[in-house]
């Protein structure tokens, strides 16, 4: 899977994930349901700590690792860049973030 090594190898990349969290009151109000209450938020799991949506990894809006995010999923296929839809497809697939269609039409 071309995703393995954006999620193991790449892990430091998360560190600190859950702090960014905290910044934003929305996404730190489920988190704290969350703890008190596993099926508070239909969709949303924690997981050692750390927030997913349906499986995904929750990225805070404004995180300063969506940059990277981007570059990693547009030039991870051999021989080139990905279209918008592809790269897209492959951020979604792994991570969530609200805004990520807009981020990648203005990276791509």
Known sequence: MQYAYITTVQCEA???????????????????????DLISHKGFQLKRGRLYREGRVVIFRNSPRISWILQEFYD??????????????????????EGVRRKIQEYV
């Open 76 to 97: 991870i296929v051999v021989g080139g860049h990905s279209s918008y839809l592809r790269t897209y497809k492959r951020i979604a697939s792994v991570v969530y973030w």
């Open 14 to 36: 998360w560190e600190g994930l859950e702090e960014e969290i905290q910044k934003d009151d929305r996404l730190k109000g489920v988190v704290q349901d969350l703890i008190s």
